[in-house]
């Protein structure tokens, strides 16, 4: 992992630095130190009764956790700010591994799948998502999620990472530029598109070294394979944008949804898969490619049915999305019960006359399963933003969905705390251990019985500074 590059904002940069040694400036700078008494922690990346240490107690200073211990045995620094754990749960802050801030959920996010200009031009809801960042970071705090990879955008994305890192109440962010495409998507082109078609290898590295200069953490390739496209042709491309970004440290996240074109992207250097082969099952070669490049995957299992719910206008909040969505997001997620017939999309119509049956994702369940059993590191995300996947509390509608998959509890955590981490490339987070970066959500309920009970956030632990969910939504009413 530490060939990876790092998060890259001057300060993430100044936080490393301070890892592997005593007190850091900035948590002098802080001055402050807390302590949660009395609560059950739980450790991700361990198994069995491992996985949690009762009645225990966790000291933070500044913004990096201190110690953690046995209540009888962790003295509480004198002045230190209590908060009674008894009857709680400690975990990591979540991470979302797959998250684009330049689409805010809404039906007016994607023009390219179902054009609504005639009702929200599209220019005004890019300029809408810009100025609504401190609220959508507020969203991902309120639902425990304190770390976010936006997995490809415009390039304003790399502004959007400047602005997440001077906000407090954001989550740390991040990002990878346009997306280097197969397709082009013109109606998403403003000036600054987030998917640029690339047809040689040669135009993939140019575009790769344009997006170098704004310091990417990842570089994306949208692999869209029709009939008719040429393999060979297109595996040169995304090898191309490989070799580039591993020669400048960086990883290549690949979107590649069939088989033999996930299997393409792993030849050709994929290291982050961030979408589940959907249709097809998974077989060894690909279980065999993926060791290969110790590459990790993020299944992505309820994206498309958010499409297929908010296209035929059967989208309905989750009791999580009442309590934890960006209010004017909700608010909007039901225009087409009152927008003029002769505005509605021709598809989007038949979507509403016909609809189609909306089924569990199956396929890309049991794919998921097989990848756990393989040993394969899995990290849960969302694709939120996306039409009908909202950023924030859609992070538990897609862990519910791991566990169907049959994930336990344990291992859906630890693909949102532990293995996100690592998709960050970060050694910092993803645990609750001194020296890491106080970033942890208390519960009330206890997330190892049922993943439902992550929802259950009484406080949430962002860079040392706590927040309480509801506190954080009435702010941006
Ligand atoms: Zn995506």
Redesign the pocket.
Known sequence: MNKLRLGLSMAALALLAGCTTAPVARDEAHGQTMAIVGVTVVNPERDGADAAMADATVIVSGNRIRAVGPRASTAVPAGATRIDGKGRWLIPGLIDG?V?FFQSGNLYTRPDGADFNAVMPYAQEVARNKARLPATFKVWLASGVTSVID??GPFWNFDMRDIAAKTQAAPRVEVAGPLISMVDRVKLDLGDPPIIKIESPQAARALVARELERKPDFIKVWFIHQAGDDMTKQEAIVKAAGDAAHAAHLRLAV?ATELDVAKASLRAGADYL??SVFEEPIDAEFIALMKQNHALLCP?LF?RNGYAYALSNRWQATPEEQRLADPQILAAMHDLDTMPKAKIPPRVAKLIADKPPINAPTVSEQNLKKLWDAGIPVVMGT?A??IGTLHGPSVFREMALMRDAGLTPLQVLRSATTNGARAMGRDDLGAIAPGKLADMVLLDADPLADVANLSHATQVIKDGTVYEPKALIDSIH
């Open positions: 797959h684009h997995i490809g979107h961030v979408h992505t994206v694709d933003g996306n």
